[in-house]
Every structure is written in structure tokens, then in C-alpha cells.
């Protein structure tokens, strides 16, 4: 067999292994066609000599939520090494009457859940605070049976952004994926700071009580907050009690979400023990300064969708938070208008240069921006072996990092040689290839 593209000489990282190998990788129609140390022929030899192999990245939590727009946040996260990403997260994003025809051919392969507060949204409740009625809940419900019938990867809610959610409408639209393969919850929870093992609880109880997979998302950004370990323990602590959980982590110290929402509601400097000058206005006309009362109040009233980075959680939980060995990698990536925080464009080779500092091996570090990720979402890669696609990312060890900063919030990083998708080159040293590689997925089971 004559192989497309054949990867030469690099050291092929094999994250369920442990292994680092110098071993050549072969492509064909889309998937590895070959693992070893001979030469078949190919048409296309990519000297890898000297830089890592890996499985492409898979980033679990992301945002592509404004579908009108030129769409930087997939390349941003393309230009990472990231192969395989999962929008419609924290409750948000679109239906997939409303993706489907627009993200036709992406620049990676990108998957939705179907978010609460667009179910919510779509039987016409605007308020973000009141809680739905039994016949709109049982609306939302018929929605979201349509939605997983057709291919969605799963329910999402972001709790904090409709603060009053009752346990009666979660419960009716989770009681749906009880028993359906391959779907999960995931949940941006009710509380950050203080009162976050509350809201850590209250989703360790709906996956107990309705045996499904639930993702708690972003836990740096909810429990940074001097609770981030005693979170992770209660979760660590449900699974050794049969409960599904997982959870996943940003690499920074500071969060980013719009300043309409209910997180900016009064209480937040006490919430977390910071001021307005800890929060940075990330988009349109204040972008760049400090909150003050002024811009404060005009943004509320004004440009709710404004986006705000705030500098607020403590880096040293984050970073163990990051080491956890069940902890994946996520960019929780969000852009809107094309700005908005670093993490859209760093969170990958940030994350890795982390737990290469926390003393992690290659392999044990790619483990978690690779296999990790692809058993939580029952993704078929995360592996580079036969059979398995050809999403792969090569890079230099030595260089690796990323450049994106709160200032030049999309620099993309260093060190990403090549990111292949499905077999085709998508970035070749930084320039993403004119033809779309990616595709949407769609769960079948
Ligand atoms: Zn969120």
C-alpha cells in the first residue's frame, strides 16, 4: 500500500503508553496506516526529526457561538495543535438547525452539546432569572429529544447565567440522556467562590441520581478560589462511590465572560474578595482599561455582551488543579468579535509547559489535552495508532509555548510545526492551509 503522508523520524508520544519512540507514522485515506521504524513509500515525507509526534489535541469545552461572524476562535484553536473541539457549552451556543448549514466545512472537527439556556431561549423565556414552567420545561424537553435524535454530543447548562433554574427542570431535561450512549452533562455550576461546593454537591447529585456522565466545567474558574482541591476531592471522592464525573481546566489565573450576565450581578468584589480594578473590559470601546463605576454601569445598560477578563482566581490551585491526573485541558476558548482572552489562542501549549514544570513527562502531559479528553467524550482518537484518524500535531519540545497575552489576546504559539487533520495538512508552521480539513460531528449511538 502506498501511504499519502508518511511522518519521519519523529518521537511518536503515546499518551496511554507512556512512551516517547522515535518511530515513523504513516497516513492513509484519513487514518494511521502505519507505526514503525521502516520507510514505507508515500507521496508526501514530513521530516520530523527532532520534534514530537502526538495525537492532535481535543479541546472539550469551547464557544463558536457567534455564526455570522468570520470564525477566528476555530483557527485560533487549530493553530494550537487542537484537532477536535466541542462548542455549545455554560448553557449557550446554537441549535443544529442553526450550525449545521453554517459550519459545513470547519477548520477542525467540531461537535456541539445543546445548551439549556438556548432551550430556554428558543420556548421564549427571556428572563434570565425566572424559572420555566412545567409546560415550558416540557417544551424545552421535546427540543432537546430533537436535538440528541439529530446528532448532538449532549446537554449543557451553565447554572450561574439562569441562577434560579429549579431542580425540577434540570431534573426533566437530564432524566433524557439516562441510558442514551455516548452523551453527557456538562455543567458550568451554580456557585463560583464561596459557595461553590454547593454547586459541585448539586451536580455530583444529578449525575448519581440519573447515572450519566457529567463534565463540571472550567473548575479552576468556579473554585480557584482557595476550594479548588477540596472540589476536586469531593469529585474524586463520588467516582470511588460509582458516580460518572469529570472535570476540566483552563491554564490561567483570570476568567473572561460577558459583563451582562448574572456573574456581574451586585456582590461579585465580595464573592471574590477583589475590586473593579481586577476586572479588565476585554471588547469594544473600554477595551484594554480597568473597571471603573462609570464603565461599569455603562456597560450594563449598553453593551451587555461586552466581554471581561477578570483577574481573580489564585494561580498556584489552578496549576495543581492542571496536574490532577484526571484533569483535562480545556480552553473554554470565547471570542467575540474576535477579541476576548488569551486562552482562545494559549491554552494548549500554556497547559503543557505547566505540567512540564509540575515534573510531568511528555507522555503524561499530552495525556491530558489527548486520550483523557477523548474517553470523557467518547471520541475515537487521542491515540496515534493503526486504524486510528490521522489527527496528529507535531511540535518542538524545546519551543513549545504560547504567545497569546491579555494584551495580544490571539498571538498563536511557538513550536507547532505541523497540525494534520483527518490526514490533511491544516497548519504548515503557523499558515493554515486555504481548504477547510476539519468536519461536523454528530453522535450516532
Ligand atoms: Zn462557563
Known sequence: MRLDTLIEGGALIDPVAGTELVMNVGIATGRVAYVGADAPDAARVIDARGLCVSPGFIDTHMHDEELDEPDPIQNSLLLQGVTTAIAGNCGTGPLIDEYAPRRRTPWLK???????????????????????????????????????????????????????????????????????????????????????????????????????????????????????????????????????????????????????????????????????????????????????????????ANDPMALIIAHVMNDSE??????????????????????????????????????????????????HATSLPARMAWLDGGRLVEGAPADIVVFDPASLRDRATFADQLAPPEGIAWVIVDGMVAVDHGTISPKPAGRLLFKTA
Open 110 to 300: 467540531l461537535a456541539y452539546q445543546t445548551g439549556h439556556t438556548v432551550l430556554r431561549r428558543t420556548v421564549g423565556i427571556d428572563d434570565i432569572y425566572r424559572p420555566a414552567t412545567a409546560a415550558e420545561t416540557g417544551r424545552m424537553r421535546d427540543l432537546l429529544r430533537a436535538e440528541l435524535a439529530r446528532g448532538s454530543f449532549g446537554l449543557s447548562f451553565g447554572l450561574e447565567y439562569a441562577p434560579n433554574t429549579s431542580p425540577q427542570e434540570i431534573d426533566a431535561l437530564a432524566s433524557l440522556l439516562t441510558g442514551l450512549p455516548e452523551r453527557w452533562v456538562s455543567v458550568h455550576i451554580r456557585y463560583d467562590g464561596p459557595r461553590c461546593l454547593d454547586g459541585i454537591r448539586e451536580v455530583i447529585d444529578i449525575a448519581r441520581r440519573f447515572k450519566l456522565r457529567l463534565q463540571v466545567s472550567h473548575i479552576g474558574s468556579m473554585t480557584a478560589f482557595g476550594y479548588c482541591m477540596e472540589a476536586v476531592r469531593m469529585i474524586e471522592g463520588a467516582k470511588a462511590d460509582g458516580v460518572d464525573m469529570t472535570f476540566d481546566c483552563y491554564p490561567y489565573d483570570a476568567f473572561c465572560t460577558f459583563i451582562g450576565s448574572a456573574v456581574f450581578d451586585p456582590g461579585f468584589e465580595q464573592r471574590w474578595n477583589k475590586g473593579l480594578v481586577d476586572l479588565e473590559v476585554a471588547t469594544g470601546k473600554y477595551k484594554g482599561t480597568r473597571m471603573t463605576p462609570e464603565s461599569y454601569t455603562d456597560l450594563r
Open 318 to 367: 489552578i496549576r495543581q488543579c492542571l496536574a490532577h491526573p484526571s484533569c483535562a485541558i480545556a480552553s473554554d476558548g470565547i471570542l467575540h468579535g474576535g477579541e476576548g482572552h488569551p486562552r482562545a489562542a494559549g491554552t494548549f501549549p500554556r497547559a503543557l509547559r505547566i505540567l512540564r514544570e509540575a515534573g510531568l513527562s511528555w507522555p503524561e502531559a499530552i495525556r
